[in-house]
């Protein structure tokens, strides 16, 4: 995958335009972040029909770095609530490790996350990690 490809990841995404976001999947892949884990694509159809519900996403691309078996993208996710969304429903779903973002408010997080490729270059592994600035001392 190229950074040009990611690019139409990152714009079939935002436009939640899942059909074009699957043609990107092995069949079998896997999505972990936040203490949980989505398996497959019709997994991942069911987290983000769930998770959309309740926030809005929206990618913001920053930088990408090549490798040999896959890439690293350093992004952006602005996660805006639009419906209250508790922890217990969260943990109850199995997605325990997420934060709620309250209806009305926008959070910026910084990830890096790193994508590994099958043979056909389609991504089998995505691993996301938050970015934690340092504090400032003082």
Not at 33 to 38: D, I, P, T
Not at 52 to 76: A, M, Y
Request: proline share 4%; hydrophobic share 40%; net charge negative.
């Amino acid at each position: 995958m190229t950074e040009e490809d990611y690019h139409r990841y990152i714009a079939a995404f935002n436009a939640r335009d899942y059909d074009a976001l699957e043609t990107f999947f092995a069949d079998d892949f896997a999505l972990e972040n936040a203490g949980f884990r989505v398996q497959g694509k019709p997994a991942f159809r069911e987290f983000y029909a769930f998770f959309h519900q309740f926030c809005l996403e929206e990618v913001i691309f920053k930088e990408f770095f090549p490798g040999k078996n896959g890439f690293v993208s350093n992004v952006v996710i602005r996660f805006t609530g639009i419906r209250d969304l508790s922890a217990e429903v969260l943990a109850e779903k199995g997605y325990s490790g997420m934060s709620v973002v309250p209806e009305g408010v926008s959070v910026d997080v910084e990830f890096y996350i790193h994508y590994l490729l099958n043979p056909d270059g389609q991504i089998q592994y995505i691993k996301g990690a938050v970015w934690v600035p340092e504090e400032k001392k003082g």
